[in-house]
């Protein structure tokens, strides 16, 4: 028996996908805000751009199972779309439903943005009513994304953005699908 599986070749494990290493920090981070609530703004602002990061590294999972060398080759290949627009079309080729009428479609929006936000560190107003309220309440003018920062919000978005990717994953071939639902709740 020993020689038996002495000459069965060994498969390694398959890395982790990034998507799911993402999804992964992003729950850690989560848990670490809870921890220390003094600092717990930047933790949760933090989480939020880690899924905004997991939607993107999602759809480079997505993608190419969908489109083929489509989606990475050649001059007009799909991989160089904006976010937003690699979204719409993953979900159009699904028959996922992406329009405003969907809580999922703010979310991945607002998540776009803030990332975006971050990335070109420039201010963008997400939402001009809660940043007034905020400034109020404080009477010191905070950064737009500031009324993200908490735990609800959070919490509420990343479960918005696991139903998204799961009625896109569940769509996806299965050959190189690999399981959603690995990632860390």
């Not at 003094?38 to 993107?56: I, Q, T, Y």
């Not at 080759?73 to 405003?100: D, F, M, Y």
């Amino acid at each position: 028996m020993q020689d038996q599986d002495r000459d069965t070749p060994f498969d390694p494990p398959e890395p982790p996908l990034t998507y799911a290493e993402l999804w992964h920090g992003a729950d850690v981070l989560i848990r670490k805000a809870g921890e220390d609530e003094a600092s717990s703004r930047w933790v949760f602002l933090s989480a939020l751009l880690m899924l905004s990061l997991c939607l993107e590294a999602y759809l480079n999972h997505a993608g190419p199972l969908l489109f083929g060398s489509t989606w990475s080759e050649g001059p007009q290949a799909l991989v160089h779309k904006n976010v937003r627009a690699r979204l719409a079309l993953i979900c159009t080729a699904c028959g996922v439903e992406w329009s405003a009428r969907r809580k999922y479609w703010t979310v991945a929006s607002t998540l776009i943005d803030l990332r975006t936000s971050l990335v070109l560190a420039r201010q963008t107003r997400l939402n001009a009513a809660a940043d007034t309220r905020t400034q109020e309440q404080s009477g010191v003018v905070d950064p737009s994304w500031s009324p993200y920062c908490n735990r609800a919000v959070v919490l509420d978005y990343r479960a918005e953005l696991r139903s998204l990717l799961a009625s896109i994953h569940g769509r996806l071939p299965a050959q190189g699908r690999g399981n959603l639902f690995a990632l860390s709740s």
